[in-house]
């Protein structure tokens, strides 16, 4: 029994180095539409950005902190910043939702396409915090909701890091970025223990995001 309790102790651990990761691919993905302006252009970006950016990086620090603390072992304190936490993540979607409108031109191409490649991300979060926040009480399937809240978050950044940097040719880079998301995926599927019924939550993340992906490829041939 000592020894499970050490292995979920040390699990709680990897998965706040996981969201540590998610942090830094973030900041490195926005460094150049977001984060090097704010150093130097503050006044020159919207109000709006700025706030979906604090909610963004609180939801993420917030991600880090709650297995940090199980592996801590303290357990109000982390109910108490999980009670905050939907907070945060109520007005970050709301953030998302509205940079979104006021992005979009209702008379633009391909319209429906623009609004599908955000909002599959959109549900994917709505999915996993629903899931996370439903299950509070048995921890594994808490934990895999929040980790679908950070895949989410995971192709925005990573297909941005990757145009700008230019690890790779820029026709390879969406290619690139959903291979990178689908062997995360394919590790968590072949590493899950769960034996309950969201021991499918995994494989149909991945149903889902390759049929989005094939939507996403079949509209902007």
């Not at 950070?150 to 880079?173: C, D, G, Q, W, Y």
Request: glycine share 2%.
């Amino acid at each position: 029994m000592q020894k499970k309790n050490d292995m979920n102790k040390i699990s709680y651990l990897k998965l706040s180095l996981f969201f540590v990761f998610l942090f830094i691919l973030a900041v490195a993905g926005f460094w150049n539409s977001y984060f090097s302006l704010f150093i130097n252009d503050f006044k020159d970006i919207q109000y709006l950005i700025h706030i979906h950016a604090l909610f963004a990086s609180l939801w993420i620090i917030i991600l880090i902190i709650q297995p940090y603390l199980l592996f801590m072992n303290k357990i109000k304190l982390h109910k108490t910043y999980g009670n905050f936490s939907k907070l945060i993540f109520i007005l970050l979607t709301a953030s998302i939702v509205v940079i979104i409108l006021l992005k979009l031109h209702f008379n633009q191409y391909n319209l429906d396409i623009s609004i599908f490649v955000p909002f599959k991300d959109i549900i994917l979060l709505f999915v996993g915090a629903g899931i996370g926040y439903s299950n509070t009480s048995n921890l594994v399937v808490h934990r895999k909701g929040m980790i679908l809240t950070a895949i989410a978050m995971i192709e925005p950044a990573l297909i941005r890091l990757l145009f700008t940097s230019k690890i790779v040719p820029n026709h390879h880079v969406f290619l690139t970025t959903i291979i990178i998301i689908y062997t995360l995926l394919l590790y968590l599927i072949l590493t899950d223990t769960d034996k309950s019924r969201f021991n499918v939550l995994y494989p149909l993340t991945l149903i889902y995001l390759i049929i989005s992906h094939v939507i996403i490829v079949y509209y902007t041939l």
